[in-house]
């Protein structure tokens, strides 16, 4: 991929994050909220390939973080934790859509939903 056509994706999916999250400081939970919303939103992407879309998608978020104003320190643990959490999301959640995944029993773990 071009690296101006990489960084103009980056760019639109960082200020996507901004508008999804009003430039808030994220939790765990809202990171796997935000990593399904920015699957969605990379596949629009033409030419990609999956791994490119992952790593798209690792990239803007690390590079939204980067972009709050929590200090070095938020910044370093934000970071550190979602290295671990991110990734495995995704492939996870790519796994589940894809049917490699079947939830049998969802509506009884689920039913207070």
Request: charged share 30%; net charge neutral; hydrophobic share 40%.
């Amino acid at each position: 991929m071009d690296s101006k056509k990489e960084i103009g994706y980056l760019n639109d999916m960082v200020r996507y994050i901004k508008n999804l999250t009003g430039e808030k400081l994220l939790d765990d939970v809202d990171v796997l909220h935000l990593t399904i919303n920015l699957m969605e939103f990379v596949k629009e992407y033409p030419g990609l390939t999956g791994k490119e879309k992952k790593a798209l998608v690792e990239t803007s978020i690390f590079a939204y973080i980067e972009q709050l104003d929590v200090g070095e320190n938020n910044k370093f643990l934000l970071s550190l934790v979602f290295k671990n959490i991110i990734p495995n999301a995704i492939d996870l959640l790519v796994d589940v859509a894809n049917g490699k995944h079947k939830f049998k029993h969802a509506k009884k773990l689920f039913s207070c939903c």
